[in-house]
């Protein structure tokens, strides 16, 4: 079992570019997260997904979307990245609420000039 | 809402003594709650959690955090402090729905000979 893996591990965008973060998880688990990591804030939730073809948002959600297509994968997106997106991204995934430990990826470090 | 204080952002222990890192929460209701380790530039990793099946919570690395509803905390400790302990440390509390976190703003834990 790989677990969660997250790809690309470092990126640097210019403002205004446009890329996706890919989260892939071979435990079969229906719930995904991805969060924010930001100096003195913790993790903050951006969107997560219940299950195949759901997405909701979180706590910080403007400025990115996401996609559910495959079970195994969950994608975030910057349309136009900013600087204040700069920050470590964080996905997670889980097994339904009654069992609630979340499972973390190693995290992309993402920097927009 | 749902909301996690951890009291201290830093701790400085000597290697050999205890560890107090706290946390405070706030909820309508008695959440589950959980701390999670991070490790420079690595992931997150549980270190336990708290579902309401005892309020005395072991853990791994010989970690352990008592829940008291009275003074609505969470607090985490270690007899005997390791230099492989230095890293930052996250209280954690679940919403409820769809295994949502609420992460603290982090203690970083420091470790010296």
């Known amino acids: 079992n790989a677990g969660v893996t997250q790809t690309p591990k470092f990126r640097v965008l210019k403002t205004g570019q446009s890329m996706t973060l890919l989260c892939a998880q071979d435990?079969?688990?229906?719930?995904m997260y991805w969060y924010r990591q930001d100096p003195g804030m913790g993790l903050r939730l951006i969107h997560y997904s219940v299950g195949e073809g759901t997405t909701a948002k979180g706590e910080v959600p403007d400025g990115y979307n996401v996609s559910r297509l495959k079970k195994q994968n969950f994608l975030l997106g910057l349309e136009s990245a900013a600087p204040s997106q700069t920050s470590v991204y964080f996905c997670?995934?889980?097994?339904?609420?009654?069992?609630?430990?979340?499972?973390f990826g190693p995290g992309t470090r993402l920097t927009v000039t | 809402a749902q909301s996690v204080t951890q009291l201290d952002s830093h701790v400085s222990v000597s290697e050999g003594t205890p560890v107090l890192l706290r946390c405070n929460y706030s909820?309508?209701?008695?959440?589950?709650l959980f701390w999670y380790v991070q490790h420079p530039n690595k992931g997150l990793q549980l270190l336990l959690k708290?579902?309401?099946?005892?309020?005395l919570v072991k853990g791994i690395n010989g970690f352990e955090a008592e829940f008291k509803k009275s003074e609505t905390s969470f607090h985490l400790t270690k007899p005997s402090a390791h230099m492989s302990d230095a890293a930052e440390y996250f209280c954690?509390?679940?919403?409820?729905?769809?295994?949502?976190?609420?992460f603290g703003t982090g203690t970083r834990l420091q470790v010296t000979l």
């Open positions: 909820s309508s209701y008695s959440p589950s």
């Open positions: 954690v509390a679940e919403t409820g729905t769809a295994s949502k976190l609420t």
């Open positions: 997670a995934s889980s097994y339904s609420p009654s069992v609630y430990e979340q499972y």
């Open positions: 708290y579902t309401s099946a005892a309020t």
């Open positions: 435990m079969n688990h229906e719930y």
